[in-house]
């Protein structure tokens, strides 16, 4: 049986060993490097996140007490050729409202996202 491949020659097992454990630390790095840039992304989007949950509920809730005083208000005092016009001009506000809340969303993520600042 052939074991020249065994014996010393240009590489030990000593450089073989040193070689392997170089490798190891080279990839443990690069891997904390990634954790690190990890972190630091969901750090800058979590308070994006938060944000936008507390004025998706605080749109939720103006939205309810909308219908509640639409209600309240067809109940007391209006036609309902009155209501339908208001009806029609509140929806009008709401939708500008979450158009202009999606705009800023978008604008905002993508300048964390892209790294620059927003327009």
């Given amino acids: 049986m052939d074991t020249s491949f065994l014996s010393p020659g240009p590489m030990t097992w000593a450089g073989f060993i040193a070689f392997a454990l170089f490798l190891v630390a080279v990839l443990k790095a690069v891997d904390w490097i ?3 840039l990890k ?4 750090e800058a989007v979590s308070p994006l996140v938060l944000d936008l949950a507390s004025v998706k509920l605080n749109v939720e809730r103006q939205g309810d007490a909308l219908n509640a005083f639409k209600v309240e208000v067809a109940q007391k005092y209006v036609t309902g050729d009155v209501i339908t016009r208001l009806e029609g001009r509140i929806d009008g506000m709401v ?3 979450r158009e ?7 604008e905002l993520l993508e300048a964390v996202l892209h790294g620059r600042s927003p327009r």
Avoid: D, P, Q
């Avoid at 972190?39 to 969901?42: G, Y």
């Avoid at 202009?100 to 978008?106: F, K, L």
């Fill in 34 to 36: 990634a954790g690190k």
């Fill in 100 to 106: 202009e809340m999606r705009a800023t969303r978008s």
């Fill in 95 to 97: 939708s500008s409202v």
């Fill in 39 to 42: 972190t630091r992304e969901k």
